[in-house]
């Protein structure tokens, strides 16, 4: 196993959230004063800048380096926007409200993302052909947010019931959503789906606690029965269906791969801490945590190793759920907007 370190200067914190098939990544950059830059790995790292305002962070780039994520505009709103591999940061709109947040994009340019509605309401969406933000409704309730896009141009996410409780969704192009169940628990959340429309997330169990999953074709695996301890959640799936995610274990984090049918649990040692993402290379990406701060890395292999820490960062291994539960705001003010790639 190697680890790359692509880490900031000094100070600053870094985390790289996804990685292409040539091996761009998008990442961000904290500085020391808590300001946070979207940056593309590109043999170097570019700064993506704003819209107006003092942040961004990424969420997500498809083959050809065009970089989705947030920033902030002049007036201080969060804004969705995309970046085309070479051009100027471009602002997706909302769905009639002030704000809206960049999840993922396809190879054909599509977004998915979040905003909110003139109601107040935040809402799933997905770019059209002009780039505008389309609303795929809910499950019934009141509130849903997209996490990831396949190539398809399908898409996943959390959606609120009538209850007020959350599911994962599916939706088809031109369909509408698909509830996606849970493990026998409450609630469920999905954070990426491949061009198979692999899905994976985590759910609760009868048992109350958090597995990771996996849905295919209308089942839904529980990767937590296999590993059989802890909390674990799934955050990203390859185009093979080789699944990573983290698991919680008391005050101690771990990392998973699920390849072929094997499930691997990394028991320990220096390596990554947030596991974000893997390409079809088998690539896997994320960020170490040394020195009291985050540094982006990558793991040249599909089992990753894992540090441990203490349960002050036990936030971030619950992204899946956090983020959807209580918005992304409260998730940003944890991390200081450092965000994991996973359902939002």
């Known amino acids: 196993m190697h680890e790359l370190t692509l880490g900031a200067r000094g100070k600053e914190a870094s985390i790289a959230v996804d990685i292409n098939a040539h091996g761009q990544m998008a990442g961000i950059i904290e500085e020391e004063d808590g300001r946070q830059r979207a940056i593309l790995y590109d043999r170097r790292p570019i700064e993506l800048g704003t819209l107006g305002g003092?942040?961004?962070?990424?969420?997500?780039?498809?083959?050809?380096?065009d970089v989705v994520g947030t920033a902030q505009n002049g007036?201080?709103?969060?804004?969705?926007?995309?970046?085309?591999?070479?051009?100027?940061?471009?602002?997706?709109?909302?769905?009639?409200?002030?704000?809206?947040?960049?999840?993922?994009?396809?190879?054909?340019?599509?977004?998915?993302g979040f905003a909110d509605t003139s109601d107040g309401y935040y809402r799933a969406f997905v770019s059209d052909a002009d780039g505008e933000p389309i609303d795929l409704g809910t499950l019934g309730g009141r509130i849903s947010y997209a996490a990831g896009i396949n190539n398809h141009g399908a898409v996943v996410g959390t959606a609120a019931l009538p209850d007020g409780y959350r599911h994962a969704f599916l939706t088809q192009p031109g369909g509408a959503m698909q509830d996606l169940g849970t493990l026998g628990g409450r609630s469920s959340s999905a954070s990426a789906v491949n061009d198979n429309n692999v899905v994976v997330g985590a759910s609760e169990t009868p048992g109350r606690r958090w597995h990771a999953f996996m849905w295919d074709k209308g089942r839904m695996v529980d990767l937590g029965a296999l590993i059989g301890y802890g909390d674990s959640f799934a955050t990203a799936v390859n185009q093979a269906g080789h699944v990573v995610g983290s698991i919680r274990i008391g005050d101690e984090r771990r990392s998973f791969v699920y390849r072929d049918g094997?499930?691997?649990?990394h028991p320990g040692g220096y390596g990554l801490y947030l596991v974000n993402a893997i390409n079809n290379q088998?690539?896997?990406?994320?960020?170490?945590?040394?020195?009291?701060?985050?540094?982006?890395?990558?793991?040249?292999?599909?089992?990753?190793?894992?540090?441990?820490?203490?349960?002050?960062?036990?936030?971030?291994?619950?992204a899946v759920v956090l983020i959807v539960a209580t918005g992304l705001m409260l998730y940003r003010r944890r991390y200081r907007g450092i965000a994991l790639r996973s359902a939002v």
């Open 262 to 265: 094997k499930m691997t649990v």
């Open 282 to 318: 088998e690539l896997v990406i994320g960020a170490t945590y040394v020195g009291k701060k985050f540094t982006a890395s990558t793991m040249v292999s599909s089992q990753p190793a894992v540090v441990t820490h203490g349960a002050q960062d036990f936030m971030g291994a619950i």
């Open 75 to 112: 007036a201080g709103y969060w804004r969705a926007f995309v970046v085309p591999h070479g051009e100027a940061m471009r602002d997706i709109g909302t769905l009639g409200g002030n704000s809206s947040y960049g999840a993922a994009i396809n190879n054909k340019g599509q977004v998915a």
């Open 54 to 65: 003092s942040d961004s962070y990424t969420r997500g780039l498809n083959a050809s380096g």
